[in-house]
């Protein structure tokens, strides 16, 4: 079943077209169905996907045939096929078309429109956090991070698409019957780019059919990522050819919710030499690496404890971990992308190459310097990495997508 009652001749548009898969209950339920609000989300800190549709229903509809009401339970569980399509971005070198295909597994905020009219929201979510919530790992290893989670979320959450960037070091492990997805957030903080402990596991969209792709990668190796868009970049003009809801790459808004924070910095152990604990409880031995600081305290800024079996990995048949050095600047990587770290917010027309991980630029000219010679770039033109994003559609094909960005400066790493 599908609805795609409106008449979509304006190209910049988005046009919907929505159908379920399930019980033979699902053909009355989508009688008098309207899709009101579709929204779509990714970020680097979820590892999942989250899609959420809002309908209008009919709320006395009969099935003509039965005489039944709706059962809206036949949702629970169903196939939701959204189709998505802008067909004015293919005139700017951007995909006009987004596929999704993802089970139901939630139905809330239902109440009465009017007194014919019921509203509520359906979500639905990729196949493998489902997958993930139903299965336990118990298994042993001596591997790398990346192999580890390679294994893992194939065998055991069932991905069918993995972007998974090598990392070091090969270390012993064991998942004491835990879910797939603390598995790779296990590895994630403990696996190294070089030195750099900012690997983080995430999801995108697979826009060409429907399913999704989980990414295992580090914010170093992310922010060495060139524009996606190449030499476009994303602009903000009051009047113009660039202003208005046609141009993909003109910004409908913008703010800049935090340029820094040094506060936070300290307390995460950004730009410190952070200390650590090391123990090893074979030898009995205790180490202080990093900030060795003895006057106010042992160490200084953030102090880690880890065990280590640094010292006596011969002995113990094992590989040395190393947990020393991502113990001392996981904590300082990952708040740089915390959700009060966000360095820019801006709402462009729908876009549907947008992606969590993607690298973007912003340019916004000086307009007092603006002549045939000379542009001048205002504080806060550079390089992006998208953190989160959220595709939002409306009834009648207004769509429009909202990005959380940090500074391609992230990725350089901390002292």
Known sequence: MADKDLNYNDKSLVSIDIGFVGSEDLTTVMQQLTPMEIILGESLLTPGLQTAVRFHSALHHLNPDTEQPKNLDALKGSTILIQ?????????????????????????????????????????????????????????????????????????????????????????????????????????????????????????????????????????????????????????????????????????THSFPCDFDLLTDLLNGVNQNISVIAVNPLKGMISLLGNQTIGCGAGAG????????????????AREDQSAKYAQLRQARMSLIDQNRIALRMTVPWNPDLHAGKMIRLELWNKMAINDSNFVPNYGTGDYLIVSMTHNIKYGGYGTTTVDCVSRSIGEGVV
């Open 302 to 317: 953030v102090l880690k404890s880890v065990l280590s079996n640094v010292g006596s990995a011969s002995q113990q048949n």
């Open 84 to 252: 998505l399509e802008k067909l004015s971005l293919s005139e700017f070198g951007i995909s006009p078309r987004m596929i999704i295909s993802q089970p139901v597994y939630r139905m809330d905020r239902r109440h009465l429109y009017n007194n014919n009219t019921e509203d509520f929201t359906i979500h639905a979510c990729h196949q493998t956090l489902l997958d993930d919530a139903a299965t336990l790992v118990s298994k042993s290893w001596k591997s790398t991070p990346s192999s580890v989670v390679s294994e893992v979320l194939s065998s055991c959450a069932g991905a069918k698409n993995l972007d998974i960037q090598s990392s070091m070091p090969p270390r012993d492990y064991i998942a004491e019957n835990i879910h797939p997805f603390q598995v790779v957030t296990q590895q994630a903080n403990a696996a190294l780019d070089g030195n750099d402990p900012s690997f983080v596991h995430y999801m995108t969209y697979k826009i060409d059919d429907g399913d999704g792709t989980h990414h295992f990668r580090s914010l170093k190796n992310l922010t060495s990522q060139s524009n996606i868009f190449g030499n476009r970049a994303f602009n903000f003009q009051e009047t113009g050819s660039s202003a208005g809801y046609a141009n993909p790459f003109g910004i409908t």
